[in-house]
């Protein structure tokens, strides 16, 4: 059974700084990978889409990174601002009949000014 | 555009009762989701739609119930309330079956089951 983990579960940093979250899955079986933010109180907003033939993809400060064979993402932010504070979720996508989503239970990022 | 809007965003009820929590999306979407989020646990869905007319059980359909009314609309029921259902339940679309479609998520529903 596919299962994603998102360490730390919780990160505080001053702003400015560059930052990287991490997202690791059981089972190298994917379709693609997707990062998405989620705001206090909000729905999730779609970051990036790694489809599973990149290693990686990027978005203005955003670049996000998938090793299938050690079953990793990495989702890289630069010069972070308070505004990015919020919790960021990774899915794996899986192909079994139609496309199904496995979230990992996000970090939860501070940007403190 | 208002994009996936989600009613009621706040429901109490008490164990035993039922409601319906209604979603709509107005980008002329094929697929419809409904997740549930709970705290130390990611989201999982509970039932999709790949297309109008069809739906199907996702990882956590006990429970619950849901109707494709017409493309825009995919409603979720609670014929009889546990408190294991206290959530925040989110409504989903996507233009395809998913995979390199992305899904557009509302708001969410934050239903609480005394």
């Known amino acids: 059974k596919q299962e994603v983990t998102q360490i730390p579960a919780a990160l505080s940093v001053p702003e400015g700084e560059n930052l990287v979250l991490n997202c690791s899955f059981t089972d190298s079986a994917i379709y693609n990978l997707q990062w998405f933010r989620q705001d206090p109180g909000k729905g999730l907003t779609s970051l990036l889409l790694i489809q599973s033939s990149q290693r990686e993809q990027t978005s203005g400060r955003l670049n996000a990174s998938l090793d299938k064979s050690s079953g990793r993402s990495t989702l890289y932010i630069a010069a972070s601002q308070p505004g990015d504070s919020a919790t960021y979720l990774c899915?794996?996508?899986?192909?079994?009949?139609?496309?199904?989503?496995?979230f990992g239970t996000g970090t939860r990022l501070k940007v403190l000014a | 555009n208002a994009g996936v809007t989600q009613t009621p965003k706040f429901q109490v009820l008490k164990t035993g009762q039922s409601m319906t929590l209604q979603c709509a999306q107005d980008m002329n979407h094929n697929s419809m989701y409904w997740y549930r989020q709970d705290p130390g646990m990611g989201l999982r869905l509970i039932y999709y739609s790949a297309s109008e007319g069809t739906t199907d059980k996702g990882e956590v359909p006990n429970g619950y119930n849901v109707s494709r009314l017409n493309k825009r609309e995919f409603s979720l029921r609670l014929e009889s309330a546990a408190p294991s259902q206290t959530s925040v339940y989110f409504c989903?679309?996507?233009?395809?079956?998913?995979?390199?479609?992305?899904?557009?998520f509302g708001p969410g529903t934050r239903l609480t089951v005394l």
């Open positions: 899915a794996v996508i899986i192909s079994a009949g139609t496309y199904k989503y496995i």
């Open positions: 989903a679309s996507s233009q395809g079956r998913g995979g390199t479609d992305t899904q557009y």
